[in-house]
């Protein structure tokens, strides 16, 4: 047995709005209903530019998920979520534009940028830029 890869990051959302609306105004991704669920499903799938779905965002379910502290405090064991980047300087003149905290991390050496930032339920991103 071997592992392939990494099918998908699930978000249970406070607000699964605000959630969607920030990843594809942020990062420019997509969401979908999710296949063979019924319609108006409480869920997206949020589809990368090569047409996979990386991110499972669902409602919160208080039998299923338990309680949900305002804001959220943390993801469990989950430190963050690293999505390989492209278009540096639109995302940090994204963050700005939103008024978004976050932190630059650049290794000039190696060609590698970093930008640390939180999405609306508290999950921290490192977006991971390489190359010049």
């Not at 249970?12 to 990843?23: M, P, S």
């Not at 999710?34 to 530019?49: A, V």
């Not at 300087?89 to 590698?112: A, P, T």
């Amino acid at each position: 047995m071997h592992v392939e890869g990494l099918e998908h990051i699930n978000i249970v959302a406070a607000d699964i709005g605000k959630t969607v609306e920030f990843y594809e105004k942020f990062l420019g991704l997509e969401a979908r209903e999710i296949p063979g669920t019924p319609k108006n499903y409480p869920g997206r799938w949020i589809y990368d530019r090569n047409d996979q779905p990386i991110l499972h965002v669902q409602v919160h379910d208080p039998a299923r998920h338990g309680k949900l502290d305002e804001p959220r405090k943390a993801t469990g064991a989950i430190d963050h979520v690293a999505l390989a980047c492209t278009g540096f300087e639109e995302i940090r003149k994204r963050c700005q534009e939103m008024g978004l905290e976050h932190r630059v991390n650049e290794i000039e050496q190696m060609e590698f940028k970093q930008i640390f930032v939180s999405d609306p339920d508290n999950v921290l991103l490192e977006l991971n830029f390489r190359g010049g």
